[in-house]
């Protein structure tokens, strides 16, 4: 899910990547280009651990490898041209405000639970009836990326997070731009992931690299989110698909 607390004028050439970095902790990194009249946040999703505290998210600083993604792209170069593998697809009490972090050009906070929004700068506060419409996350909790007025091509924002779905990652691809949940929206998504196995049914219908990551992606810049070893698969949402989150079973 990728909601913004506030009117955006463009969201396009969205990039994702995960990976399992140990049992049960998942690796995310989130790009994007993003036009904004405001001071605006966005909002990701996490499905952590039932009860976790408040550290349960580490922030982690891409600022230095703002080409993490065309990196990754490097490595299925020698494909044929297109994309054969394309597919369709109230408020709480008061309590002490949410920690801030400075993550390369923006601010980020975790946010444990729904609840807990209102502990946020009141500029990046979701609405309370935006709130209500997201009843599929209600137990998650919530990575909040502050950004500033204008059109930008946003560094990758990364973090990693202790998951609640240990054999599966998780990709945060609703879309809720307008208050809105749509049954089908307009993606443009690139999806990228490293499993710990080669193959298998669930990559079907992923592009595999054409070697390890070693080969092209400058790994030793990710701080530890690309591991060198492994192939990288790749997956291309573009065009009108059914609203909802991305899961890759890595089992």
């Excluded at 909601?3 to 990194?29: C, D, H, W, Y």
């Excluded at 609405?127 to 059109?151: I, M, Q, R, S, T």
């Amino acid at each position: 899910m990728c909601m913004f607390s506030g009117k955006v004028s463009e969201v396009s050439n969205t990039r994702i990547f995960a990976r399992m970095l140990a049992p049960a902790r998942q690796g995310l990194v989130y790009a994007m280009n993003v036009d904004t009249p405001a001071d605006v946040a966005m909002i990701l999703p996490l499905p952590v651990i039932l009860g976790s505290a408040e550290d349960a998210v580490k922030f982690i600083d891409l600022s230095k490898f703002p080409h993490f993604f065309s990196s990754l792209d490097r490595g299925f170069r020698s494909l044929t041209a297109g994309d054969p593998f394309g597919r369709s697809l109230g408020p709480a009490p008061q309590a002490a405000s949410l920690p801030v972090h400075q993550v390369g050009s923006f601010e980020a906070s975790y946010v444990p639970k729904m609840a807990d929004f209102a502990r946020l700068d009141e500029r990046f506060r979701l609405p309370d009836e935006a709130l209500e419409k997201v009843g599929l996350y209600k137990d998650f909790g919530f990575a909040v990326f502050k950004f500033k007025p204008g059109k930008q091509k946003v560094h990758p924002m990364a973090l990693s997070f202790h998951s609640r779905f240990p054999d599966r990652l998780f990709f945060p691809t609703v879309h809720i731009h307008d208050g809105v949940v749509h049954e089908k929206e307009t993606f443009d998504h690139h999806l990228y992931a490293q499993c710990h196995q080669r193959g298998g049914r669930a990559l079907l219908e992923w592009e595999e690299s054409d070697g390890n990551a070693v080969v092209f992606s400058q790994a030793g810049l990710s701080e530890g989110l690309i591991d060198a070893a492994r192939h990288v698969y790749r997956l291309k949402l573009k065009g009108e698909f059914k609203n909802e989150d991305q899961f890759l079973l890595t089992v």
